[in-house]
């Protein structure tokens, strides 16, 4: 065992702690961006406020979600399905993506996924958050969105992308000499 190199990493780590709270310090300083009350729809085609996703209380996780589309998505949300009910507890959550209702509901059931989706087509939502750059280019990621005198804001905002906080498979395969040895997301997966 190398202690030295061991010592390295625990000092690296951290540095990156450090680095993380620092982040989160300078986050808590941003300023609240106003989003609209947009109207999403859901599996059934109904449409849904966002303002109706808070419940009764003052805070809402929104995924950014590319859709059926993107391999790299579905891993983050099968990684989400996993923390659907602590989540859920500390706040509500909701993934958004351009798929329409039914592509959402069938990937949704072939993939077992228990969280709320609600769809964006339709709507300048994911644009209008940061989230879609050019016409039908999409990035992932995810808003903090809480509510404040009757009125929605962005408290806060993250693109996904491998090796982030979001998605835990990535920095398991980074314990290993060959990392993640290129391997990709799929849409499933034979072992």
């Known amino acids: 065992m190398n202690e030295s190199t061991y010592e390295q990493i625990a000092q690296l780590h951290k540095q990156i702690e450090q680095s993380r709270n620092e982040i989160l ?9 106003p989003v609209q009350d947009y109207s999403l729809k859901d599996w059934s085609g109904n449409e849904v406020l966002l303002s109706s996703l ?3 209380r003052d805070e809402l996780l929104v995924i ?3 859709g059926k589309r993107c391999t ?3 891993l983050w949300a099968d990684g989400f399905n996993g923390s659907v009910l602590p989540i859920n507890e500390r706040m509500p959550f909701v993934v958004t993506s351009p798929d329409s209702p039914a592509v959402q509901k069938e990937f949704a059931d072939s993939r077992g996924w228990k969280f709320k989706m609600l769809s964006t087509d ?8 940061g ?4 016409p039908k280019t999409y990035y992932p990621g995810v808003s903090a969105l809480i509510r404040k ?7 806060s905002y993250d693109q996904l992308c491998p090796g982030d906080f979001y998605c835990s498979v990535w920095h398991l395969f980074d314990l290993f000499p060959k990392r993640y040895n290129d391997w990709q997301p799929k849409y499933s997966y034979h072992v």
């Open 122 to 129: 339709g709507t300048t939502f994911t644009k209008d958050l």
């Open 25 to 33: 310090e300078l986050r808590s300083k941003l300023e609240l961006e």
């Open 131 to 134: 989230f879609e750059p050019k």
């Open 54 to 56: 808070f419940d009764e």
């Open 149 to 155: 005198e009757g009125k929605i804001y962005r408290a």
């Open 64 to 66: 950014h979600n590319m």
């Open 72 to 74: 790299y998505c579905t």
